[in-house]
């Protein structure tokens, strides 16, 4: 096993802990921001179309879980394997998993993996995925939290050995504005900018902080229309976001759909559904169904409108690693 103190200085070995042990650790999340910048104290990767994943292992079989603290094993073996074949019995990383369609990551590909809860199943979709790895949260028994990310990363490209699915996310340094043109010229998601000096800190802050080039973000269903002509399930889906005041509506979703997705989630909206709406805000829709805010769907979009509606919205996938309650506009 790699000695840690070894690959530190005193200051840094004077930040390390023990690990109390366990295979999770509630992951940081990044901050959407509209200005970018570029700062040699901070750092910048791709920001993958994918699913968030924390992986670890405590003296058995390594465990993935998703951002809401899900086991995802069954969805993802390979990548399980990967790691157990790494010989490290305690670690935890921090990453994001995802498929590829051409040479671009794919949110609505990753959707035939992420949702089953059988191994031999995941495998026989012939969907590959691939485990971005970014963060060594804890290795060998010791905490690393507490060491600045420059360090973490340092000391994840000294402990792994990344072939795939395994693959280290490579990151730059300083020119973020540049990247950043660079990475909406290549069709990519955008960028997470993250301070190389600071520590490891759970939960949404302003140590990382996302430039978009395309809008998305997710979305809680509250409802759904009628279909219209030769259409089945349903029309559209009617969706909002969290604030102080309860569920606000944010529009409707009518494209982004084909017929096993209109046929999966019309059975999972049927399941759910209430007389009354769950939005605080009046909705005058024909032909609307009300649901229980449970299902939390991944929307892309080009803008928000004055009114604060979504413009050209279009259904992306349900996402299963974050709570209902949580979404809110980004």
């Known amino acids: 096993m790699t000695d840690l103190a070894g690959l530190l200085d005193e200051e840094s070995r004077a930040a390390l802990r023990a690990w109390p042990g366990g295979t999770w650790y509630p992951p940081a999340l990044a901050?959407?921001?509209?200005?970018?910048?570029s700062d040699e104290n901070w750092i910048y990767e791709r920001k993958l179309d994918?699913?968030?994943?924390?992986?670890?292992?405590?003296?058995?079989?390594?465990?993935?879980?998703?951002?809401?603290?899900?086991?995802?094993?069954?969805?993802?073996?390979?990548?399980?394997?990967a790691l157990a074949a790494q010989n490290a019995p305690n670690f935890v990383v921090d990453g994001e998993v995802v498929a590829f369609e051409g040479d671009r990551t794919s949110f609505a590909?990753?959707?035939?993996?992420?949702?089953?809860?059988?191994?031999?199943?995941a495998r026989r979709t012939g969907v590959a995925v691939h485990y971005y790895v970014f963060d060594l949260i804890a290795f060998g028994g010791v905490d690393l939290t507490r060491?600045?990310?420059?360090?973490?990363?340092?000391?994840?490209?000294?402990?792994?050995?990344?072939?795939?699915?395994?693959?280290?996310?490579?990151?730059?340094?300083?020119?973020?504005?540049?990247?950043?043109?660079?990475?909406?010229?290549?069709?990519w998601e955008g960028l997470i900018a993250k301070r190389a000096d600071?520590?490891?800190?759970?939960?949404?802050?302003?140590?990382?902080?996302?430039?978009?080039?395309?809008?998305?973000?997710?979305?809680?269903?509250?409802?759904?229309?009628?279909?219209?002509?030769?259409r089945s399930g349903f029309g559209a889906l009617l969706v909002g976001y969290y604030d102080s005041d309860g569920l606000r509506y944010a529009g409707k979703v009518g494209t982004g759909y084909?017929?096993?997705?209109?046929?999966?989630?019309s059975a999972k909206l049927d399941e759910l559904v209430r007389a009354d709406s769950p939005f605080?805000?009046?909705?005058?829709?024909?032909?609307?169904?009300?649901?229980?805010?449970?299902?939390?769907?991944?929307?892309?979009?080009?803008e928000w409108t004055g009114?604060?509606?979504?413009?050209?919205?279009?259904?992306?996938?349900?996402?299963?690693?974050?709570?209902?309650?949580?979404?809110?506009?980004?």
């Open 50 to 81: 994918g699913v968030r994943l924390i992986a670890g292992a405590d003296g058995g079989e390594p465990q993935l879980w998703s951002r809401n603290r899900k086991r995802v094993d069954p969805s993802y073996p390979e990548i399980a394997e």
């Open 258 to 265: 084909d017929e096993r997705t209109l046929r999966e989630l």
């Open 147 to 187: 060491l600045p990310l420059r360090t973490r990363k340092r000391l994840l490209r000294e402990c792994f050995e990344f072939t795939d699915p395994l693959r280290l996310s490579q990151h730059r340094s300083g020119d973020g504005e540049e990247f950043f043109a660079q990475a909406c010229a290549r069709g």
């Open 31 to 37: 901050t959407l921001t509209r200005h970018e910048f």
């Open 280 to 302: 605080r805000d009046t909705i005058r829709e024909p032909g609307t169904h009300w649901v229980e805010p449970e299902l939390v769907a991944e929307v892309g979009f080009s």
């Open 109 to 121: 590909r990753l959707q035939r993996r992420m949702h089953l809860t059988d191994a031999a199943t």
């Open 198 to 230: 600071q520590p490891y800190r759970s939960g949404r802050g302003r140590d990382w902080l996302k430039f978009k080039c395309v809008s998305g973000q997710e979305f809680v269903i509250g409802g759904y229309t009628d279909p219209k002509g030769s």
């Open 307 to 330: 009114d604060g509606k979504l413009r050209h919205p279009r259904f992306s996938g349900l996402r299963n690693d974050k709570p209902a309650g949580d979404v809110r506009r980004e």
